[in-house]
């Protein structure tokens, strides 16, 4: 980690800086990660949302406790940034994904009581990461797609939720049975 890495971090406290500095980071690739997990417990949620936003495109698993800890975040932005990184695959360059055990009951516990319906919205993207393999996600998803307050949490549950759009596609293909032949 270098000092220049320190004062780019730093420099995500500074409205006027944060974009450059963000942009300087992730130009540095995997080297800005270590530096990113180091923001993550900073004192200012600037920082907090940019090392989040370094983590999304170079996520390590040393990244992952820090990143569940700030589901619990004072800023509503912070919150939303921690869950895009914990559930998007688009950004992210390498296989560190969290453990279903590790993030889903806070990212149900978001769903259900965050008060940013932006928030929300973004829980379930992390739940629909285990609605195949989950009855608690499939639970989550189907409850809020009825129940939410934010008719666009609603619409988007539904699109998660079993039926869905996004269910659709994304549930696991059936195995095809091979043929053997027998010479």
Excluded at 42 to 69: K, M, Q, T
Excluded at 130 to 151: G, N, R
Aim: with cysteine.
């Amino acid at each position: 980690m270098t000092t220049q890495g320190f004062e780019l971090i730093e420099q995500l406290a500074i409205p006027h800086r944060r974009r450059a500095a963000v942009r300087a980071l992730l130009e540095m690739g995997f080297e800005a990660a270590p530096l990113a997990v180091l923001g993550l417990r900073h004192e200012n949620d600037g920082v907090r949302r940019g090392s989040c936003e370094i983590l999304d495109h170079y996520l390590i698993p040393e990244a992952i406790p820090g990143l569940i800890e700030l589901l619990d975040d004072p800023h509503p932005r912070v919150r939303l940034l921690a869950l895009h990184t914990l559930a998007c695959d688009r950004c992210k360059e390498g296989d560190c994904r969290p453990e279903e055990r590790e993030v889903l009951p806070k990212a149900i516990r978001i769903l259900k009581e965050d008060p940013s319906p932006h928030t929300r919205a973004m829980a379930i993207e992390v739940i629909g990461n285990y609605v195949h393999t989950s009855s608690l996600a499939e639970t989550a998803l189907t409850e809020a797609k009825s129940a939410d307050p934010s008719p666009s949490v609603r619409k988007k549950a539904g699109w998660y939720a079993p039926g869905g759009t996004i269910y659709t596609r994304t549930a696991p293909k059936p195995q095809r049975k091979r043929k053997t032949s027998i010479r």
